[in-house]
C-alpha cells in the first residue's frame, strides 16, 4: 500500500510523504508542516492520515429558495405530499397485499405524465402487459407513462441514468437486486442496498422516486425499518378489504406536515377522492343507538368526524374479551381503568367490542372521551343525542384534558347539521354559530349528568 500523506504546505495544501524545506509545488520556503492523523483507530478500520474536502458551510439566518414542487393534480395525494411533489425527492408507499399500492401511483403516474412529467414506472412483480391491461380498467392507456419490468438494479440504474426521467416509480423495493450483494432479493441487506443506490440517484440527478415497500407480518414496512430512515417521506396506505374506503396517512415528511391523511374511495374505476370524509364515514349513520358515538377529530390538518361503536355484553368465559378494531387496545384497557377506578363503573365479566366505522384508524388522544361514551352508551342501554358529537382526552386521574383546535371540530360538526358537543373545559371558550359546546371538568361529572351514574365514593 502507498504511504499515506502526513505533510501539508501551508501556503498552496500541496501533501507530501515528508518534510521539505522548500515546498515542490509553490517553490515557498519552510511552508511544510507535518498533520496530525484525521483519526487514530487500526490501520484497517480508520479513516489514517487521508484527509478529505473541507465543506462549505452556511448559517442560520441564509436565504435559501423553498424546495420546487409539482403538483400532480390527484388533490388528496397532493395534500399528503404537502403541497406536491419535490424534486429529487425519495418517497416510500407502504400497505398491506391488495391494498391498492399498485392502483394509485399507477393513476398519480399517469396524471403526472399528462401533465407533462416524464414517468417510469418499473415493475419487479408484474409484467408490462400486466400494466397495461390494468391501465385499461383504468382508462388511462392514453397516458404517456414509460413501462418497464425488471428487478436487476443495475439495469434499472442505467436506464435511468440514459433516460433522466423527472419521476420514477419502483414497485416494488423487495423484488430489486444488487449484483454486489450476496443475499437473496428481498433480504435486509438488498433491501438496503437497492434503496441507497435509488435515493443517492435521486438526490444526484434531481429525479424523483416514489417505492412501493411491503408489510411484513410484523407490521413493518420494507424489512424492519430500513428503507424507513433512508427516504424523505413514508406514507402508509390503510383501509380494510371489507371497506371501499382507503387512508393514505403521512407518518414522516421532511418536506410537509406529518399525520396529514388523503381519503380515497374504491370503485370499479379505481380510487376516488373523497372530498368530503366526515360526510362519508357518517354516511350509513341512521337513527342513534346504544354504543353509537360521534368523534371530531383532527387529521393532520384536516376535521375528520368518524363513528365510534362499542358493545358489551355477558362474557360466558372466566376471562373477558376485549376486541378493538381502528383503536390501540392499551388505549382501551386504560379508559377501562379509569371509569372503574375513578367512576366506579366495573366492566368485569363483561365483553367489550370497539369499532371505529368505515376502516378509520384513529390515534389521537382526544378520543377518550368518545371512547368513554360509547361503553358507557352500550353499558347502560342509553343513547346519546343524535346532535351531539364528543371530544376530549382523559387523564389517568379522571380530569378531562383540553385539546387542540376545538374551533376546528365544532365548524366541522355543524357543517354536517349537529347542533351540540361535549368535551373539556378550553382556557378560551371557541364560538361558532349554531353550536352549543357543553363543558364537563372531569370524567365522574361526565358519567353522573349523562347517564345517571354516581362516581364511586
Not at 37 to 45: A, D, H, N
Request: hydrophobic share 40%; with cysteine.
Amino acid at each position: 500500500m502507498a504511504k499515506q500523506p502526513t505533510h501539508k504546505c501551508t501556503e498552496c495544501g500541496a501533501t507530501s510523504f515528508k518534510w521539505a524545506g522548500q515546498c515542490d509545488a509553490c517553490n515557498a520556503w519552510n511552508s511544510i508542516v507535518e498533520e496530525a492523523p484525521l483519526s487514530t483507530g487500526p490501520g484497517k478500520k480508520s479513516l489514517g492520515a487521508m484527509r478529505g474536502k473541507a465543506l462549505a458551510l452556511s448559517d442560520l439566518n441564509a436565504k435559501d429558495d423553498p424546495p420546487s414542487r409539482t403538483a400532480s393534480g390527484v388533490a388528496e395525494m397532493d395534500r399528503v405530499l404537502g403541497g406536491g411533489l419535490v424534486e429529487a425527492s425519495a418517497i416510500l408507499v407502504g400497505g398491506d397485499p391488495g391494498i391498492g399500492k399498485s392502483t394509485l401511483l399507477l393513476q398519480v403516474a399517469a396524471r403526472f405524465a399528462r401533465n407533462g412529467m416524464h414517468v417510469i414506472y418499473v415493475s419487479g412483480e408484474e409484467s408490462a402487459e400486466q400494466i397495461r391491461m390494468r391501465a385499461a380498467r383504468l382508462k388511462l392507456s392514453e397516458s404517456p407513462v414509460r413501462l418497464a419490468a425488471e428487478t436487476n438494479l443495475r439495469d434499472i440504474l442505467t436506464t435511468l441514468d440514459k433516460e433522466r426521467p423527472k419521476l420514477v416509480i419502483i414497485d416494488s423495493i423487495q423484488t430489486m437486486w444488487s449484483d454486489q450483494v450476496d443475499s437473496a432479493p428481498g433480504s435486509v441487506s438488498q433491501v438496503r442496498a437497492a434503496c441507497h443506490e435509488l435515493v443517492t440517484f435521486a438526490k444526484r440527478t434531481g429525479t424523483a422516486i416514489i417505492l412501493v415497500g411491503h408489510v411484513t407480518k410484523e407490521g413493518a414496512l420494507a424489512g424492519p425499518r430500513v428503507v424507513e430512515h433512508m427516504v424523505d417521506t413514508v406514507l402508509y396506505f390503510e383501509g380494510e378489504r371489507g371497506h371501499q374506503f382507503r387512508v393514505l396517512r403521512a407518518v414522516k415528511n421532511r418536506f410537509g406536515p406529518a399525520d396529514e391523511i388523503g381519503v380515497f374511495e374504491m370503485t370499479g374505476r379505481g380510487l376516488a377522492e373523497v372530498t368530503n370524509p366526515s360526510a362519508l364515514f357518517l354516511s350509513d349513520r341512521d337513527k342513534p343507538a346504544p354504543g353509537s358515538v360521534v368523534f371530531s377529530g383532527i387529521e393532520g390538518s384536516r376535521p375528520v368526524l368518524t363513528e365510534i361503536q362499542a358493545l358489551v355484553s355477558p362474557s360466558p368465559n372466566p376471562q373477558a374479551r376485549r376486541t378493538v378494531v381502528g383503536l390501540d387496545s392499551q388505549r382501551l384497557a386504560t379508559i377501562l381503568a379509569v371509569l372503574e377506578s375513578r367512576c366506579g363503573v366495573p366492566f368485569a365479566g363483561l365483553d367489550v367490542y370497539l369499532n371505529v366505522a368505515g376502516g378509520m384508524r384513529v390515534n389521537e388522544p382526544a378520543a377518550d372521551l368518545a371512547v368513554a361514551a360509547a361503553l358507557l352508551s352500550a353499558r347502560e342501554d342509553i343513547s346519546l343525542p343524535p346532535e351531539s358529537v364528543v371530544f376530549g382526552e382523559i387523564s389517568l386521574s379522571g380530569a378531562l384534558r383540553q385539546v387542540t383546535q376545538a374551533e376546528n371540530r365544532l365548524k366541522e360538526a355543524s357543517k354536517l347539521g349537529f347542533t351540540s358537543a361535549i368535551g373539556p373545559k378550553q382556557k378560551k371558550l371557541p364560538r361558532v354559530d349554531g353550536m352549543t359546546l357543553r363543558t364537563m371538568p372531569d370524567l365522574a361529572t361526565f358519567v353522573q349528568e349523562l347517564f345517571g351514574t354516581d362516581p364511586a365514593p
